[in-house]
């Protein structure tokens, strides 16, 4: 099912949350316009009135605005591919995606995106806590995906989507991917499907940060 007319993105490059949504756009062949929105455009009256959070990624389809990432996932499977694998009908797997976007919104966000937001803009957070919360995270999906492909079913789900920018880039906030190989070759099969676009690259720390961080 194809959209009559260009959805409209707003977000920033460099945001995991408006990265896992421009994957699923591209991923479904979706039309859409990407419109820039640093923290003064989030800031203002007029973005307000679409997001009084004023967070970014926002969806606009039509008369529809749609905000938070997860339910924009949702969003689009639901509306541009309903059937689909992105996001299954039955209850079972339904809940499998809907475990991995809690996840992407709790130890993801609090995790590996916190460090990375502290390490490359100064964010506010503990960074040591981000980096015991990702041993956790990183340790826990390892063993996950020691005989799996993808997170929530045998085929590639939103869920894969939701968790994917942020622990491609783990390296940018000091948290170490290499010691995780089952993680790693999960990330390669998500950046092989097709209609990939990787997020930029953002310069990496002078050293990681040490897996038995903990906060002081």
Not at 53 to 66: C, E, H, K, N, R
Not at 69 to 97: C, E
Not at 167 to 187: K, N, T
């Amino acid at each position: 099912m194809r959209t009559p007319a260009p959805l409209i993105l707003h977000g920033t490059k460099l945001s995991g949350h408006t990265h896992r949504v421009e994957l699923l756009l591209r991923m479904l062949a979706l039309p859409f316009e990407f419109v820039n929105a640093p923290a003064d455009v989030r800031a203002s009256a007029a973005f307000r009135i679409l997001n009084p959070l004023g967070q970014i990624p926002l969806l606009q389809d039509g008369a529809v605005t749609v905000a938070d990432s997860n339910a924009i996932l949702v969003y689009l499977a639901k509306r541009y591919a309903p059937g689909s694998n992105w996001l299954p009908d039955d209850a079972a797997g339904a809940a499998a995606v809907q475990r991995w976007l809690s996840v992407a919104a709790g130890e993801v966000r609090f995790g590996p995106a916190l460090a990375r937001a502290a390490t490359l803009w100064q964010a506010p957070g503990d960074r040591a806590q981000a980096s015991a919360l990702s041993t956790r995270l990183l340790t826990f999906m390892e063993a996950h995906l020691a005989a799996r492909d993808f997170l929530a079913a045998p085929h590639a789900t939103i869920a894969d989507l939701a968790c994917y920018s942020y622990l491609a880039h783990a390296p940018e906030g000091g948290v170490a991917i290499a010691p995780y190989p089952a993680l790693q070759a999960w990330l390669a099969r998500v950046a092989a499907l097709p209609g990939f676009v990787a997020m930029p690259a953002s310069p990496l720390p002078a050293a990681p940060l040490p897996a038995s961080a903990r906060p002081s």
